[in-house]
């Protein structure tokens, strides 16, 4: 089945240090994407970042890298040099290729601190 | 910011009324999907337009209704509400459908807080 695992409900972390975010998957399509969201508490998501299944490189983009490891099906979000902005809800997501929809997990609350 | 938008930002209905939401798409998209987030969870998938068809459904009842316009736009209609249909409901816009290609970013407008009394 289909299904997203986030099994950090809260993270904290001081302003400019880095912080990995947890995101486990499970899916038996071999052709899949995964998604990054940040939601602040206005509510829009906004996207972060993306890494597909058949990627031999980790996605990056500016502050953000995905570690992808595949065989243990997990996409953990890595921020490096953490900013106050960066205090939201984070959500990773999964859509399939046979079905276009995104699947999404029950989020991380980030605060960064000074 | 993205091109989606959402009306209304806010809206309060009592329980057994109808509801009708809107979104308008990004430029040049044409799907729009439909989720609603309870507090404290995840995005739920409740239904796809592409093209101005229902591509796609998730779990939800058939009071749970929509239109997609030649323009793209949506609406969501949501009959006989019930107080488990407040959440905040995010509409988002892509270039897909069936067939899609699978980096195929979604853009989310700010979304629609219901609250049902």
């Known amino acids: 089945a289909q299904k997203i695992t986030q099994t950090q409900p809260g993270m904290f972390v001081q302003e400019k240090e880095a912080v990995t975010l947890d995101c486990t998957y499970d899916t038996s399509d071999p052709s899949y994407g995964l998604f990054w969201y940040k939601q602040p508490s206005s509510g829009e998501m906004i996207f972060l970042i993306y890494q597909g299944s058949y990627d031999q490189q980790n996605a990056t983009e500016g502050r953000y890298s995905l570690n992808f490891q595949k065989a243990r099906k997990s996409a953990n979000l890595v921020i490096s040099a953490s900013q106050l902005g960066d205090s939201a809800m984070y959500f990773c997501?999964?859509?399939?290729?046979?079905?276009?929809?995104?699947?999404f997990g029950t989020g991380t609350r980030l605060q960064v601190f000074p | 910011e993205t091109g989606v938008t959402q009306s209304p930002t806010h809206l309060i209905k009592t329980r057994g009324q109808q509801v009708t939401l809107r979104c308008s798409s990004q430029s040049g998209h044409n799907t729009v999907s439909w989720y609603q987030q309870a507090l404290g969870q995840g995005p739920q998938f409740i239904f796809q337009y592409y093209r101005e068809e229902e591509n796609g459904r998730g779990n939800f009842p058939p009071r749970f209704s929509g239109l997609q316009f030649p323009n793209y736009s949506s609406e969501l209609n949501v009959n006989a509400l019930e107080l488990d249909d407040s959440a905040l409901y995010l509409c988002a816009s892509s270039l897909g459908g069936i067939g899609g290609t699978m980096n195929t970013e979604a853009f989310f407008g700010q979304g629609t807080r219901l609250t049902v009394v």
């Open positions: 997501a999964m859509r399939e290729a046979s079905y276009d929809k995104l699947i």
